[in-house]
């Protein structure tokens, strides 16, 4: 348990005395909100729910398609 301790220690500090590494982890993750939040939303639209009003319609669409 103390190796752990000392390797959560060691990366809270390298985080915190980070400088031109905090904006590049801001642009890291302002890019992965882009690509998995704005493209599936673009991109991906949920077509079962657009297409059939129920559950069950829905199950056996998937079920008919899987088994063609």
């Known amino acids: ?14 985080f915190r005395e980070m400088t031109v590494g905090k904006t590049l982890w801001m642009i890291i993750l302002l890019k ?3 690509f998995f939040v704005v493209i599936k ?6 077509l079962l729910s ?6 069950s319609a829905r199950a056996d669409h998937v079920r008919k398609e899987l088994t063609k």
């Open 32 to 34: 992965l909100f882009i």
């Open 1 to 14: 348990m103390n190796t752990l301790k000392k390797i959560w220690i060691f990366y809270r500090d390298g």
């Open 50 to 55: 657009r297409d059939y009003d129920t559950d």
């Open 41 to 46: 939303l673009l991109f991906f639209p949920n």
